[in-house]
């Protein structure tokens, strides 16, 4: 039995709540993680698992041992990338999932200059606007913009992204320029919904400006739970919608999308880095981290600290 291989198998099936996830997370076959942890539990003489054909439930031994695991393997880890060739060229594999505009626009787009650098991390990266469960999938890191509200995940504050409203000229045409953020519930009038994954809840719009605020509802004429499918529903004048400005600066700029009520503004949407609390941020992930905030950083820098938070979105 390789204890260390033993130990990663263990530890998984904790985190996952199942051989099958765990398996396919480490790309063994079930049966292998079987093995392994009944050989540790041999080893050790003591039951670590209580298994039945629904779930797995750590024992409190089982818990205990697991607390000093997740420290061995910290501290394998720390100790392989404290030498200095390690230090100098993190490597090794990192799973990242992000909102697909961020991937197309910013992130994909500077990759080379991230990979320049360190030409050894291996970016699996997931694409989409779902939430996705970190532990079960085995995602290292994920970029998100809104709420969180799951408090097993650490977030970093990245950026602040600037939002204002935004219709193309066809829709315009067709339902007139509104003069006030009022006139968009007017029966002539439609919106385009963002939802968020989890939740389904349309993203809001609060508008203020000297001291007024309104929150626009408006009539939905299509509610979408993709970034890119929501960008596209505003080119192709379905309704107005309200759009982060890196994701309306280069449509506004070829004349697809008009920005409407320059005078109001709409709180920023704070972006986060999140990783799970109970895993050790290893080198890899640990320079990924600090790349992207930096990325974020130039797109649209913090200007305010709120408090933790973070879930899906742009």
């Known amino acids: 039995m390789d204890r260390f291989d033993a130990m990663q198998a263990f530890a998984r099936v904790v985190e996952t709540g199942s051989f099958t996830k765990a398996a396919n997370t480490l790309h063994l076959s079930k049966t292998t993680v079987s093995q392994l942890v009944q050989q540790l539990e041999a080893h050790l003489r003591v039951r670590l698992l ?33 030498l200095s060739s390690a230090l100098a060229s993190p490597r090794g594999r990192l799973r990242v999932d992000v909102p697909s505009p961020f991937a197309s626009l910013i992130l994909v787009p500077a990759l080379p200059a991230f990979h320049a650098k360190y030409p050894d991390i291996q970016l699996h990266l997931g694409v989409s606007d779902r939430v996705v469960d970190l532990i079960d999938e085995n995602v290292d890191c994920v970029v998100r913009g809104g709420e969180i509200t799951n408090q097993s995940l650490v977030a970093r504050h990245a950026a602040d992204l600037p939002l204002a409203v935004y219709a193309a000229p066809s829709y315009l045409a067709q339902a007139g320029q509104p003069d006030h953020p009022s006139e968009l519930e007017l029966p002539h009038h439609r919106i385009v919904g ?6 389904r809840r349309v993203f809001p719009c609060i508008m203020r400006r000297e001291g007024e605020s309104i929150d626009v509802q408006g009539r939905l004429g ?71 905030v930096e990325l974020m950083g130039q797109h649209a820098p913090v200007v305010s600290r709120p408090p933790l938070r973070a879930g899906a979105g742009f």
Do not use: C
């Open 194 to 199: 963002f939802s968020w994954a989890r939740t």
């Open 50 to 82: 209580n298994r039945t054909t629904r779930k797995v439930n750590v024992t409190p031994d089982g818990a205990a041992y697991y607390e000093h695991v997740l420290r061995l393997l910290a501290d394998m880890d720390d100790a392989e990338t404290s």
């Open 222 to 292: 299509l509610v979408v739970d993709d970034g890119n499918a929501y960008l596209a529903a505003g080119r192709a004048g379905l309704g107005a919608l309200w759009l982060p400005s890196y994701m309306a600066q280069a449509p506004v700029t070829r004349g697809e999308l008009i920005p409407l009520f320059t005078d109001w503004q709409l709180d920023p949407m704070p972006m986060y880095v999140a990783f799970p609390q109970n895993r050790h941020v290893s080198a890899k992930l640990r320079v990924f981290i600090d790349w992207i």
